[in-house]
């Protein structure tokens, strides 16, 4: 079967470190996405992930492990602005650039 | 910036109605997807497009179906709207699996 399973809720403290961790099962892998939504708006990429290893990209960064069905993204020195639901999606076999997308994590960064 | 546009940001109908949900890409994307999203299940696939008049079915076709008559343009529709189709629905466009989906702000449809 295909499946993702993220975090539903986490909360952080503004300047702080936040994981937000992603597996998956899925046939036909080829790679990972993470998306950023906030609320009422629509999802804005953030990185991709097709090898294993670390992707850094300014605050953010992301990981793969492909043999574990794994991936994580790591989001540092918080700011406010960073609360909004964070998804993480895989791309299935059959090509057409198809994603299964989790459910997304909500991340509140309090003061 | 490629930029996916839908008809409406929010949108409110009756049960039966057949309702039409527009979406126009400027980017040329061969790649064309519906999506609806409620809470605690993510995105989920309806439909998606991968040329004129391609279209092959998603996760949740049932009670949808598209058309996709122009390469910008991905239509949603719903033959008899029902109550259990209030819902977010998200456009995406896309060139290939290695590149990302932009997404349109999305359609908030209620089904009275």
């Known amino acids: 079967g295909q499946n993702i399973d993220q975090p539903t809720e986490m909360t952080a403290t503004e300047g702080a470190i936040v994981q937000i961790n992603c597996t998956y099962q899925?046939?036909?892998?080829?790679?990972l996405f993470w998306y950023q939504q906030h609320a009422g708006e629509a999802p804005t990429f953030l990185s991709y992930?097709?090898?294993?290893g670390l992707e850094e990209k300014g605050r953010f960064s992301s990981f793969l492990s492909r043999s574990k069905g794994y991936s994580y993204l790591l989001l540092k020195e918080l700011q406010m602005k960073d609360s909004a639901s964070y998804l993480c999606?895989?791309?299935?076999?059959?090509?057409?650039?198809?994603?299964?997308f989790g459910a997304g994590t909500r991340l509140a960064v309090h003061p | 910036d490629v930029k996916v546009t839908q008809s409406s940001r929010y949108l409110v109908k009756r049960t039966g109605e057949k309702v039409f949900l527009e979406c126009v890409q400027d980017?040329?994307?061969?790649?064309m997807f519906w999506y609806r999203q409620d809470p605690g299940l993510g995105l989920r696939l309806i439909y998606f497009?991968?040329?004129?008049?391609?279209?092959e079915k998603g996760d949740i076709p049932e009670g949808y179906s598209v058309s996709r008559e122009k390469k910008e343009r991905f239509s949603l529709i719903l033959e008899s709207a029902s109550t259990n189709q209030t819902s977010m629905y998200l456009c995406?466009?896309?060139?290939?699996?290695?590149?990302?989906?932009?997404f349109g702000d999305g359609t908030r449809l209620s089904i009275l």
């Open positions: 999606a895989v791309t299935r076999g059959g090509g057409y650039n198809k994603l299964i």
């Open positions: 497009s991968y040329d004129v008049k391609m279209k």
């Open positions: 992930n097709v090898l294993d």
């Open positions: 995406a466009s896309g060139l290939n699996s290695n590149q990302p989906q932009h």
């Open positions: 980017m040329d994307h061969e790649n």
């Open positions: 899925t046939s036909g892998f080829n790679g």
